[in-house]
């Protein structure tokens, strides 16, 4: 091992080692001290540790655990969900090497610090140079992922404080451009045509952008509809666009009758229909042996269980 790898291992293990108190907690999250004991007793949604006196010290691994939270809260997920969603989420990224993923996060948050300084002056110069910098580091699903989208949900979180919804409005501009302006210039040149529509009133256009990127692949031709498509036009717009998959993506929980409302809409496609996104991962049990596949959240899988949903139609 070099020296500056051995350094950046001690730097991470030195942020990692460090611990809040819960007043700290309280203040950095804005969550009260009886809601964060509710979550640990009643939930098992986080684990502090404790000093010998008995009072508890949270990491900052507790307190990203904690923003989680948070944004399953503000989707609609009732919070004795929240835990079973979590620990999908952490066991689809158990394939990183746990000090590798340590040391990257360090990294990110890092990015993260700069781009804040960058959105607090509203310097759209710096964030585009910031914005090039770390797509030059990392590939396209940890750049979205893992800096950019947890610290757009961060500010998403912080608007009742003043200002933070100027910021978060000057970064979801920023981003949907770029997103959008990655989206044209990825566009496939195969023979597969997959067509991505959101759920109406189910997910930020952002949101939309960044799950048509991650789908995208050299060999499929992908159109993303506009924010507010009509469900029951959708039939319409694939017997036009003649896709081999559609796929309706929302990050919230799956409102009451959708499963049928879902049904009925596969029955008038001639090509297959499948759910992308959170609503994937919480209605999979609703949609378990049906015609409608559930590709999930895990986007470093998503392009390939695309691969596979096509190839499974094709060969049929």
């Given at each position: 091992?070099?020296?500056?790898?051995?350094l950046?291992?001690?730097?991470?293990a030195?942020?990692?080692?460090?611990?809040?108190?819960?007043?700290?907690?309280?203040?950095?999250?804005?969550?009260?001290?009886?809601?964060?004991?509710?979550?640990?007793?009643r939930?098992?949604?986080?684990?502090?540790?404790?000093?010998?006196?008995?009072?508890?010290l949270?990491?900052?691994?507790n307190?990203?655990?904690?923003?989680?939270?948070?944004?399953?809260l503000?989707?609609?997920?009732?919070?004795s969900?929240?835990?079973?969603?979590?620990?999908?989420?952490?066991?689809a990224?158990?394939s990183?090497?746990?000090?590798c993923?340590?040391?990257a996060?360090?990294?990110?948050?890092?990015?993260?610090?700069?781009?804040?300084?960058?959105?607090?002056s509203?310097?759209?110069?710096?964030?585009?140079?910031?914005?090039?910098?770390?797509?030059?580091?990392?590939?396209?699903?940890?750049?979205?992922?893992?800096?950019?989208?947890?610290?757009w949900?961060?500010?998403?979180?912080?608007?009742?404080?003043?200002?933070?919804?100027?910021?978060?409005?000057?970064?979801?501009?920023f981003?949907?451009?770029?997103?959008?302006?990655?989206?044209?210039?990825?566009r496939?040149?195969?023979?597969?045509?997959?067509?991505?529509?959101?759920?109406?009133?189910?997910?930020?256009?952002?949101?939309?952008?960044?799950?048509g990127?991650?789908?995208?692949g050299?060999?499929?031709?992908l159109?993303v509809?506009?924010?507010?498509?009509?469900?029951?036009?959708l039939?319409?717009?694939?017997?036009?666009?003649?896709?081999?998959?559609?796929?309706?993506?929302?990050?919230?929980?799956?409102?009451s009758?959708?499963?049928?409302?879902?049904g009925?809409?596969?029955?008038?496609?001639?090509?297959?229909?499948?759910?992308?996104?959170?609503?994937?991962?919480?209605?999979?049990?609703?949609?378990?042996?049906?015609?409608?596949?559930c590709?999930?959240?895990?986007?470093n899988?998503?392009?390939?269980?695309?691969?596979?949903?096509l190839?499974g139609?094709?060969?049929?």
């Amino acid at each position: 091992m070099t020296e500056l790898a051995a350094l950046t291992l001690a730097s991470a293990a030195l942020k990692q080692a460090e611990l809040f108190p819960i007043r700290e907690v309280s203040r950095l999250t804005g969550v009260n001290p009886v809601t964060l004991r509710a979550w640990e007793r009643r939930y098992g949604l986080i684990q502090p540790t404790r000093t010998e006196s008995g009072h508890r010290l949270y990491s900052q691994a507790n307190i990203e655990a904690i923003q989680s939270i948070l944004t399953w809260l503000e989707r609609g997920v009732a919070v004795s969900k929240v835990g079973k969603i979590l620990q999908r989420n952490e066991l689809a990224q158990t394939s990183v090497a746990p000090v590798c993923h340590d040391v990257a996060s360090g990294e990110w948050g890092e990015w993260q610090q700069q781009l804040r300084r960058a959105l607090s002056s509203f310097d759209e110069a710096r964030l585009e140079q910031l914005y090039g910098q770390i797509f030059s580091s990392y590939p396209l699903v940890v750049v979205f992922q893992d800096v950019l989208m947890p610290l757009w949900q961060q500010l998403m979180q912080r608007q009742d404080e003043f200002g933070r919804t100027s910021e978060w409005l000057f970064f979801d501009n920023f981003l949907r451009a770029r997103a959008l302006q990655r989206l044209q210039l990825a566009r496939g040149v195969g023979d597969m045509r997959v067509v991505l529509a959101a759920l109406p009133g189910q997910c930020h256009e952002l949101e939309l952008l960044v799950c048509g990127l991650l789908l995208g692949g050299t060999d499929i031709v992908l159109s993303v509809l506009a924010q507010g498509q009509p469900l029951a036009e959708l039939t319409l717009v694939c017997e036009k666009l003649q896709p081999q998959l559609l796929v309706l993506f929302s990050n919230r929980p799956p409102a009451s009758g959708l499963v049928r409302q879902l049904g009925r809409l596969a029955l008038t496609l001639d090509c297959p229909l499948a759910l992308a996104g959170e609503v994937a991962e919480l209605a999979a049990e609703q949609l378990s042996g049906s015609a409608i596949a559930c590709l999930g959240n895990a986007t470093n899988g998503l392009q390939r269980r695309i691969q596979q949903l096509l190839r499974g139609h094709l060969d049929t």
